[in-house]
């Protein structure tokens, strides 16, 4: 079983080896390596020459970098996009930070015109957000990512009518995530993504420790019973997905 892990971030570099190598053992054959910070954009790169040196003993690592909604006020230096797969992690979270709704938007649609000017798609953060998100969406042509995808149904539906890829992490496993587990069962499996987030969000039977790439294979095994699938048949379906939306061969 070859997976493809859409989102995962590298906070601390003296981890990042070990954890290429335990996701490579666990059946990780790519990582799209994600930022969003000053900080988490140089890990995120940091990751990927990691991988570089080391081919025969980790995952292939793909790029993507740019300013998140916790960014709106902090000093935001110009990136080098070149060799990047996406533009991200990038988007709106009213749920920690509503007062700030005016400056994420501005933001938020300044990547998404800037990915589109460079023509690579990009990876999106919403969280109780919904209406704005499809909104700037919908204003910008965007295409790309909803990772860690946390809505209900209706929103998933109407995030796959403007084409977005629908990335489902370990919060599919959580007790109380049913409207997670019911978006999962409507995202059609050519739009159908996996990821983990780490270190954030690990996925039962690791939830309450740092989440990492190789846990992903507790996701893919869930959400394959739940779609009533096998999980090397969904971890093939979602790698050919991502392989072929990020032209990450």
Do not use: W
């Not at 493809?4 to 971030?9: A, G, L, N």
């Not at 081919?55 to 709106?72: S, T």
């Not at 953060?125 to 499809?134: K, P």
């Amino acid at each position: 079983m070859e997976i493809f892990d859409t989102h995962c971030h590298f906070e601390d570099a003296a981890t990042i080896q070990d954890e290429l190598r335990r996701a490579k053992s666990a059946g990780v054959a790519r990582i799209m390596s994600v930022g969003g910070s000053a900080a988490l954009n140089a890990s995120a790169r940091l990751a990927r020459e990691t991988a570089l040196a080391d081919a025969g003993a980790m995952p292939r690592v793909f790029l993507a970098l740019g300013y998140d909604r916790d960014q709106v006020g902090a000093e935001r230096a110009p990136l080098d996009y070149s060799g990047v797969s996406a533009v991200g992690e990038i988007g709106l979270d009213y749920h920690y930070s509503p007062e700030t709704r005016k400056e994420q938007m501005q933001l938020f649609g300044e990547q998404l015109e800037l990915a589109k000017s460079i023509g690579k798609p990009v990876v999106v953060h919403t969280r109780e957000a919904d209406d704005d998100t499809l909104g700037l969406l919908r204003e910008t042509g965007a295409r790309g990512i909803i990772h860690c995808f946390t809505g209900g149904p209706q929103f998933c539906r109407a995030l796959l009518d403007l084409g977005m890829m629908v990335s489902i992490s370990g919060i599919v496993t959580f007790r109380l995530a049913d409207n997670v587990r019911e978006s999962a069962l409507v995202v059609p499996d050519d739009r159908l993504l996996v990821e983990t987030d780490a270190p954030f969000l690990a996925p039962v039977p690791k939830r309450g420790v740092r989440n990492e790439s190789a846990f992903i294979v507790h996701t893919v095994e869930f959400l394959a019973k739940l779609r009533g699938t096998e999980p090397e048949r969904l971890a093939a379906l979602t790698t050919a997905n991502a392989v072929a939306f990020l032209s990450a061969e």
